[in-house]
């Protein structure tokens, strides 16, 4: 009953009241970005939503506009070189993520669930499927978020998604979401930048 109606029914009433209570925020980005960079106010990118259906994911731009497309930013060699001044503020402290609320109020994300794996990010589609994770909404945020983000090797994020799958309940989204705030408060799990592992994986696609 949780996943087949209350669940959406929270997620439309916290998008609702999410975009209400933080449109002052948006104005304040939304300037700041125009006055600090030249490109759209938001960034657009192809998504993989419940089902293995596209969508386009809606972000706050933290990058310049001749940023490699459709590239995790921690597989970038040197992703200093394109994140801009007030993009690196956005990034440290998720306000990025924010637009994604019109992604829930539309349908295609929720609140929590794991995190929406790119269109061509193949071996995280792959090692999903093993364990359901793509037959749920993708998610704002989620359990894999709040146990490693962008340091978790592909095949632990996905079992991590999976066991979200298992546990799927609303005092398990609320852990979930109030553990998030810990991990944004904190800085915790971000990788801005190719580590080895993720070098090896781009050059084994190249």
Known sequence: MYQSFFKRLLDLVLSFLGILLLSWLFLIVILALKLDSRGPIFFKQ???????TYFHILKFRSMRIDTPKDMPTHMLQNPDQYITR???????????????LFNILAGHMSVVGPRPALWNQYDLLEERDRYGANDVRPGLTGWAQINGRDELEIPVKAKLDGEYVQKLSFLFDCK?????????????????????????EVAKKR
């Open 176 to 200: 979930c979401f109030f553990g998030t705030f810990l991990k944004v408060l904190r800085h915790e799990g971000i990788v801005e930048g190719a580590t080895d592992q993720t070098s090896r």
């Open 46 to 52: 192809k998504r993989v939503g419940k089902g293995k």
């Open 86 to 100: 007030v993009g690196r503020f956005l990034r440290k402290t998720s306000l990025d993520e924010l637009p994604q």
